[in-house]
């Protein structure tokens, strides 16, 4: 949902950008949303991660779901929450190549995904269970978010030094602030 709203807030600008074919300011407001995506989604997915299985037990144990569905929820929510920053960039990038008028690209691109995560799908439920189907699906995608940052040099070049030292920065604050969290709701939920 964060993903979205802030593509389509972006999207009459980046549209602007390559209709008067202004390269630079296109490039700017691309790396202006993958960074404001990044540091939105990053700490939501280390969050998820840490706390899956607080998560799936507030939301649906009781009755017939018991600790073991819990765990088994939990582990594969897991498994998509590392792939919820690759599914935002992948829909700017994607909004790029709208804009460009290049559809063939995302649909290759989709269908290059679909069988990738059949491929996937096959393979890690062999070894993971029901968990290497949520895996299998952010594998998938990243791979194809790569596929596109690859392609977009086509039409733009983005800074991807600079992104990936903003995602590094992001990745370790997040790390720290939610284990932190994780380590105080620990010791918290152990006293009386």
Request: charged share 10%; glycine share 6%; net charge positive.
């Amino acid at each position: 949902m964060i993903s979205s709203a802030v593509v389509m807030a972006v999207y009459p600008q980046m549209i602007s950008h390559i209709a008067k074919k202004e390269d630079k300011q296109l490039r700017t407001i691309v790396n202006n949303v993958i960074n404001a995506l990044v540091f939105l989604i990053v700490p939501i997915s280390a969050f998820c991660v840490l706390f899956s299985n607080g998560i799936v037990k507030a939301a649906f144990e009781r009755g017939n779901f018991d600790s073991t569905a819990t765990a088994l929820t939990a582990s594969v929510f897991i498994g998509y929450s590392i792939g919820m920053i690759v599914s935002a960039v992948s829909s700017v990038i994607t909004s790029i190549f709208y804009g460009y008028g290049d559809t063939k690209i995302t649909l290759w691109i989709s269908m290059l995904n679909i069988a990738l995560n059949i491929g996937f799908d096959l393979l890690f439920y062999q070894f993971f269970g029901v968990t290497g189907l949520a895996v299998a699906t952010s594998v998938s995608a990243a791979i194809c978010l790569v596929v596109r940052l690859i392609y977009l040099k086509k039409y733009i070049r983005l800074g991807y030094r600079e992104l990936f030292i903003e995602m590094a920065k992001i990745l370790l604050l997040s790390a720290i602030a939610v284990g932190a969290a994780y380590v105080v709701f620990g010791v918290l939920l152990h006293l009386n």
